[in-house]
């Protein structure tokens, strides 16, 4: 007399509501976590191409004796965005870019759609600037006098790292220059536009974002 086989208990609809409830919570509590690795880092990339950017304008200021690039003259490409390009592996893109021509120009229009990766930051969205089809560029240099007896003055003339400090800042959201058209200001009207909430930056300057050291590289 042979035995039936016994029989096999099926997965209730319970318990598996229950597993994909845990399956859920366990997926949920990982999101934070993944948040915060893909946000650290992007901070990681974008201080990076801070001290690269640095690095480029420390040796161009060697190569020229201690002379900062020339001011932008915008509409044409030109100042540090240009100038410090042969020092970031980007020559052919510097020679590219005729500084008699504006950037909308269809001598320029190739280069200027080539923005390097290092004028971008990753906190930055994506945006456009006044000339269709060219980015704008994620910094700015601050340029301000370091002696008490150039402070307020504009004289024209060479610009000596010996009487002039520079550091690259974020750009504001607003920013439409062309990033071949350096984007370059002074400390004071830096300090103005923050005191006066005008400096709309496109992260939240918090210290829980550990941003506020990304705003400080330069010579």
Partial sequence: MTMPPPSRRGVSL???LVCLAIIGILVSLSFPAIHSVRAGMARAECADHKRQLSLALDMYCDA??????PPPTPPAPGGWAREILPFMEE????????????VSAP???QAARSRPP?????FAPWRDSDVAGVPPSDFVLVVTPD?????????PGPRRTKDFSAWFYHAPQDATAP????????RDTLGRRQAADQWPVWH?????TGLGSLTDEGL
Avoid: K, Y
């Fill in 107 to 109: 001598g320029n229009a």
């Fill in 91 to 102: 020559r052919a893109l510097f020679e590219a870019l005729d500084v008699r021509l504006p």
């Fill in 118 to 122: 290092m004028m971008r930051c990753m």
């Fill in 179 to 186: 990033w071949p058209v350096s984007v370059e200001i002074d």
């Fill in 64 to 69: 020229h004796r201690g002379l900062l690039p």
């Fill in 147 to 155: 002696t008490q007896v150039n402070q307020g003055t504009s004289r």
């Fill in 14 to 16: 319970v318990e598996l």
């Fill in 204 to 208: 939240p300057a918090a210290p829980t």
